[in-house]
């Protein structure tokens, strides 16, 4: 039930944008998307809600289509700080306070 | 402390030892979460508390892993007779309540059994 993440690495180039997505197999409560770089602690970006709420930083968008079960995180106009891997994470409609996170995606902007 | 602390940061034990690995949440924070990441993983759930009750321990490898968190606060991953496939990164985070507010992970101890 783990969450399938696509595409699995991207480059890109300063100012470029990228969409990066999430699906699963179960009926969704949330998602979560964080950011990790080498090294460091996973970083907060956004929760998706059922019904629609969203929870997260300013500059970060995102879409949980709640049908079909599937997020997208959107990166537009990326930063050199962008760079880093993308994980989501899923929590079903039992609400059991457990997110199961996605393999990540790996993106990595160029100069 | 302003974040999640995690010690040791770096853990080497030789295969059979027992290991046991400490998380400070935020203060304040009700809800507290054990993963396990792989190289090049996403992070695998294994266990969960709200304040000093484990709710939900179903992630945890064998039952050579326990965690216990006795007063609400700092909690404790353990591991006994330590194997190869140990081997990880284990992030501890915290958050204020359960799932519907942001999680803040620690820096993770890296755990290495040979």
């Known amino acids: 039930q783990q969450p399938v993440q696509s595409p699995q690495a991207v480059i890109l180039r300063e100012g470029e944008d990228a969409v990066i997505n999430c699906s699963s197999s179960k009926a969704l409560y949330s998602v979560h998307w964080y950011r990790q770089k080498h090294g460091e602690a996973p970083v907060f970006l956004m929760i998706l809600l059922k019904g629609g709420e969203q929870k997260g930083h300013e500059k970060i968008s995102a879409s949980f289509n709640e049908k079909k079960q599937q997020s997208s995180l959107y990166l537009t106009a990326s930063q050199l700080s962008y760079s880093g891997t993308y994980f989501c994470g899923t929590e079903g409609v039992n609400r059991d306070d457990k997110i199961i996170f996605g393999k990540g995606t790996r993106l990595h902007i160029l100069p | 402390g302003a974040g999640v602390s995690q010690s040791p940061r770096y853990k080497v034990a030789k295969r059979g030892q027992d290991v046991a690995l400490r998380c400070d949440p935020i203060s304040g924070h009700v809800s507290l979460f054990w993963y396990q990441q792989a190289l090049g993983q996403g992070p695998e759930f294994l266990t969960y508390f709200q304040n000093e009750a484990q709710l939900d321990k179903s992630g945890l490898p064998s039952d050579r892993f326990f965690a216990e968190r006795p007063e609400g606060s700092v909690s404790t991953l353990k591991i006994q007779r330590t194997q190869q496939e140990d081997s990880a990164v284990y992030l501890c985070?915290?958050?204020?309540?359960?799932?519907?507010?942001?999680?803040?992970f620690g820096q993770g101890t890296r755990l290495t059994v040979v």
């Open positions: 985070a915290s958050s204020l309540q359960g799932t519907n507010t942001e999680a803040f």
